[in-house]
């Protein structure tokens, strides 16, 4: 019999039992605080933001899955077990869903959707030409599972892409490959549209500052879905009052919820989403955790485990 543990603080979340119903025939299905005891036996935990402390009180759990791709809302509780295998959300519907959002994003910058937003509310008939998609360089700063998911799914419209991670990529057909420090300020200069997808690590903190924006070109806009550490929100809302930059798509904060006073809410040139480029689908992650549990209980590492060192 598999047990799984699950953790989510939000509404809507009676979806998931028969997801997993459906996935895991005979599973047991304990949501908190009905967790039972580690008598109970061995069970997986499923999670998302659990209470600080809460899963080292279950000794008898053998593997803690993520309900997202970030782990940050994990690692951040001090008591949580360093030996438990933590194994992060990758399925489709996660990848689709990112791959709607930074089409939709991209696509909006490359199309002047701001600007025609902001003659509409004047009632001005202000015809702009965009550019051809094959003129405009859009950057995926990180190629994981999303950001080479996102690629594949901009390639047809045309663009000039780039990506930049932190280990080498292999040649790959329209699309070009940046890798590590020393090649970051090249991809950022040739970068109109910057997609960030990357985790929140201590190297990822800070990346996009002053400094770095700088190296962007004039009128760049950045989307990012990845982790609010990415960017410094003040030098970011400066190199949009100075013209520098032409707008940011914002998905997600260091602090979350945004604070309703903080003034990026009303700035001209911000979107605010809150926190939803993806949202895990039941269907398929019950899916994709069904198969790693399957994969753990014939004595196969499950897939996509965090590496705790790298912090990704
Ligand atoms: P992956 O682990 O598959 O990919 C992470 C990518 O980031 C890799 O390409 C990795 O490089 C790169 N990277 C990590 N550290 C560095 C660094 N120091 N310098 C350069 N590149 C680096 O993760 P996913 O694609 O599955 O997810 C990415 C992030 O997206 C998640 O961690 C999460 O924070 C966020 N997310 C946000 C959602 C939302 O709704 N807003 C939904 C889902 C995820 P390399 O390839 O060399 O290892
Ligand atoms: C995730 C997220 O990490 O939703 O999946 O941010």
């Not at 989510?8 to 599973?27: N, Q, Y």
């Not at 509780?77 to 438990?84: E, G, I, M, T, Y």
Request: proline share 8%.
């Amino acid at each position: 019999m598999t047990r799984i543990l699950f953790y989510l603080d939000e509404p809507g979340k009676e979806i998931w039992r028969p997801a997993f119903e459906a996935a895991i025939p005979g599973v047991e299905f304990r949501e908190y605080p009905d967790w039972g005891t580690p008598d109970d036996g061995p069970a997986y935990v499923f999670a998302w933001e659990p209470e600080p402390g809460l899963i080292a009180k279950y000794p008898n759990v053998k593997t803690i899955f993520s309900l997202g791709a970030g782990v940050d809302h994990l690692t951040s509780d001090p008591d949580l077990p360093a030996d438990v295998p933590i194994v992060r959300m990758s399925d489709m519907g996660l990848k689709e869903g990112m791959a709607e959002y930074v089409l939709m994003t991209v696509l909006m910058y490359h199309r002047y959707m701001p600007r025609m937003l902001a003659s509409q509310r004047k009632h001005e008939w202000r015809r702009l030409f965009p550019p051809a998609a094959s003129d405009v360089r859009v950057g995926i700063l990180g190629y994981g599972a999303l950001g080479h998911y996102c690629a594949q799914a901009l390639k047809p419209l045309g663009y000039q892409l780039a990506s930049w991670s932190r280990t080498a990529k292999p040649e790959e057909d329209g699309i070009r490959h940046y890798s590590g420090e020393e090649a970051f300020e090249d991809f950022l200069a040739r970068t109109d549209i910057l997609v960030g997808l990357l985790p929140s690590t201590p190297e990822t903190t800070g990346l996009l500052n002053s400094r770095t924006m700088a190296l962007m070109p004039r009128h760049a806009a950045i989307i990012n879905a990845g982790r609010g550490s990415l960017i410094n929100l003040g030098d970011l809302v400066s190199a949009l009052d100075s013209g520098h930059l032409s707008g940011a798509t914002l998905d997600v904060f260091v602090e979350e919820p945004l604070d309703e006073n903080n003034p990026l809410w009303s700035h001209e040139k911000v979107f605010i989403t809150p926190h939803i480029a993806s949202i895990t689908r039941p269907t398929t992650a019950a899916e994709y955790v069904a198969e790693n549990i399957k994969r753990i209980e014939s004595g196969l590492q499950p897939q996509n485990v965090l590496d705790r060192k790298r912090g990704y």
